[in-house]
């Protein structure tokens, strides 16, 4: 059996988690990245794990759809703690935990690795909460869990990138589990991260600091406009300490840690995999300065009549702007996240000298980008500019 050559491969796991044989399995790269394997010995040739390879199989959305909103969740609280409008907690309270069901999705292990989980309670789904930016692991577990989920009546949520949810469709479909007590919730994605980088920069950081109690990639302890990465150790937390010597995002905004497949994401752009799609609402504030608010708003795409029948429901826990959809259109609903030239430096630096490596060459940035970086982004942002800008700033490029 041949899978898909390793630049298309999302990594979504699907064809591990149909394999009757268990005779795929999945290991990293050198980028840290999962990759499935088959062993011959136990492959029967059957030919599902071709079939359900979701890779060059994307549909596009039903006529009249997508619809856009900008929402926000009602309580401060639940916005506090999530990455934008908090619609992620909206939409598994109202489709699935308020009826006794289940919601999967992305959370930290106790090493702060990203992987999705099963959750049955707010307290299990409240871990699930905040945008993690490496790729999340979906093991065979997962899709068996949910595949149990729905075949036992539950009225389940599955968030994740739409890469994944084109893996948990596919999966479903191959396996004829019906779909009607499943609504599916994708991000609108700029990439998803390398998690060899991110161990290797929490290695570095347990090391000086002691061991990390608590990480957020996107607290809004400064604003919900600056991208904060907050880590804290038991001594305390070492955000501002940190910030300079553990510049993740400056390493990340060099864009060479995506996934392969991210730089040619056929989900980078309308053909949806959620029944609904959520993301941040960058230029909110310019647009509609009443809706506004300081502690977040996400843009929410409405992508199927399933989704579009919960929308009055979903005012009970969210307030809700229908909005043109040109006014949430952004970089990676329209096109993938371009691939760097210097990608394949990067990834010789990180063997040679690992985490240390990329901060020294790709954690400082020189004037121009720290302008861009720490005056022009923040600033934009403020100013409900930002989607403009990018746009802007592709067309030049
Ligand atoms: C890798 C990544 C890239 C993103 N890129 C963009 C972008 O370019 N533009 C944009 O507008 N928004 C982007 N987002 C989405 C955005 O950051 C918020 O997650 C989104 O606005 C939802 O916020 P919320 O407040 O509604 O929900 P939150 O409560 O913050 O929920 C976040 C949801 O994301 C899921 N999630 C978190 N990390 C991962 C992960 N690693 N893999 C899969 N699912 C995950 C969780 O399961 C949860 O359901 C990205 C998110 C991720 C994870």
Redesign the pocket.
Known sequence: MELQPKEKCFGCGACGAICPREAISFSPDKEGFLYPSIDAQKCVSCGLCQKVCPVGKEIPLAEGYPKAYA?K?KSGE??Y????????????DLWALHQGGT?????FDRDFQ?H?LRAQDAAGRAK?????????R?APEVYHALEQDLRSQKDV?F???PC?IAGVRSYLACKKVPLEQILF?D???????SPAVWRSMLQAVSEKYGALKEVS??AKDEGVSVHLLKLVTASGDITQKAKKEYAFYNVYSSLCMMRPSCYSCPYSSLKRQGDFT?????DLKRQHPDFFCEE?V???LVNTEKAEKQVVKLRQEAELLSVPLAEVM????EMP?KCPAQREKFWSCFAREGWDGLQRHYGRLSFTRRVIFHVIVPLCRKLGIYNLAVKIYMKKS
């Open positions: 929402a969740h639940v916005l703690r999530s990455s934008s409008g908090g619609m992620f907690t909206a939409l598994s919601v999967y999705g992305a959370a990203v999705h699930m909460r905040g945008s993690k930016y490496p790729q999340s979906l949520v968030s994740a990138t994944q919730v991000l609108v994605c700029h990439g998803a991260a990639f996107r959520i993301g941040d609402y960058a977040g996400s843009s929410l952004q970089q990676n609903l996240t």
